[in-house]
């Protein structure tokens, strides 16, 4: 099967939004990219991600700070952007995504406070102590089609191929670590190459390290930051996602994503309620 490019893809196709008006957008979102029937927090950062990036004067984000308001299903959805500052290196903007409940009611699902630039346009000077997570190579992984399925249906995992560190996959054989840690290598299963939209989604798109602690089910993403450091290389991608603290049914996640020139391309902060059930 040949590789699916950068603007015609699953991925692509999935967060299109079609505008409608200055500073309205027509998406329609599918049930390709849900976890228990609703539409992953990832996948929804980026839709809006992408509405910003086409109303803003600068394309690419740096910042993207998002409240989730009410589960989004898939359907007709309504994306309103406003500008909020423009500037040579920086612009800011906001966007709430609608949809329509049964009631007829239109009814807000997120709201985001976005700063975007220029990524090529940055320096090249990089001080870090961070370092890429070790964990074993692609082949010695497991995918998600080697144990059992994550609790609930977890659609989203066919648009993506995951390999798993096996050091943060006992919780699928009910040996969860306690440790709080889920690492995996991220490519899109169309073979499609990540760029810094797609970062949006690749911050939440892995199994919640709810689940290494023996915590399974529907983990609702409150609020998410992502910040976006530079443009991904071609290649896999390495995510290390870390949770230190659960208290008062709620819990952060930590993310950080590395490319395959050993980059830090992303990092993300997270709070989510405790897991539930999964909805009906």
């Not at 029937?37 to 700070?65: E, I, K, Y």
């Not at 609020?223 to 896999?236: D, F, Q, S, V």
């Amino acid at each position: 099967m040949a590789q699916a490019s950068i603007g015609d893809s699953e991925f692509d196709r999935g967060t299109a939004v079609t505008l409608r008006e200055p500073g309205v957008y027509d998406v329609q979102l599918t049930s390709g990219w849900t976890v228990a029937d609703v539409l992953n927090g990832g996948h929804l950062l980026a839709v809006l991600g992408r509405a910003l990036g086409d109303a803003l004067p600068h394309s690419d984000p740096f910042t993207v700070s998002a409240y989730y308001l009410t589960p989004s299903k898939p359907g007709p959805a309504v994306v309103r952007t406003e500008t909020v500052r423009t500037g040579r290196t920086l612009s800011t903007g906001q966007a709430s995504l609608f949809q329509t409940d049964e009631d007829g009611r239109e009814v807000e699902r997120i709201r985001v406070l976005a700063s975007y630039g220029d990524l090529a346009a940055l320096p090249d000077d990089v001080r870090t102590s961070a370092k890429p997570p070790a964990f074993p190579p692609p082949e010695r992984c497991v995918t998600t089609a080697d144990g059992p399925p994550p609790p609930g249906d977890f659609a989203l995992l066919d648009r993506l191929a995951l390999r798993l560190d096996p050091a943060t996959v006992g919780w699928a054989l009910g040996a969860p670590s306690g440790k709080g840690e889920i690492r995996a290598w991220f490519e899109f299963a169309d073979g499609r190459d990540a760029d810094a939209l797609s970062l949006l989604l690749t911050v939440d798109a892995l199994p919640p390290t709810s689940f290494d602690l023996g915590l399974m089910g529907w983990t609702p993403t409150v609020e998410l930051t992502a910040h976006i450091r530079c443009r991904p290389a071609p290649g896999p991608l390495r995510v290390a996602i870390t949770t230190r603290n659960v208290a008062g049914g709620f819990l952060e996640e930590d993310v950080e994503v590395w490319d395959s020139a050993d980059r830090l391309v992303s990092q993300a902060r997270q709070l989510a309620r405790v897991p539930r059930e999964p909805r009906d």
